[in-house]
């Protein structure tokens, strides 16, 4: 009846793949945006004081170094 000239959009043949692409990109850009908030999460305090146990652990510093450091940590 309209023979293609008022399908639409969606049926004009060429223009279906951007709808297609952009829930593709929005659903991408949650899934960064999630990852990176949980990668933030992360408490940089602990893994200072997991190196600082390392270096112990490895005697690359003494008592008293590491209990000095480990007070600052905990400040």
Known sequence: MY??????????????PIPVVLVFLIGLSMIMIAKNNRQKK????????EILNERYARGEIN???????????DL
């Open 3 to 16: 023979d293609g000239v008022c399908s639409g959009i969606i049926g004009s043949g060429f223009l279906w």
């Open 42 to 49: 992360r408490p940089i305090e602990s893994s200072s004081l």
């Open 63 to 73: 008592d008293q170094e590491y209990s000095r450091r480990k007070k600052n940590l």
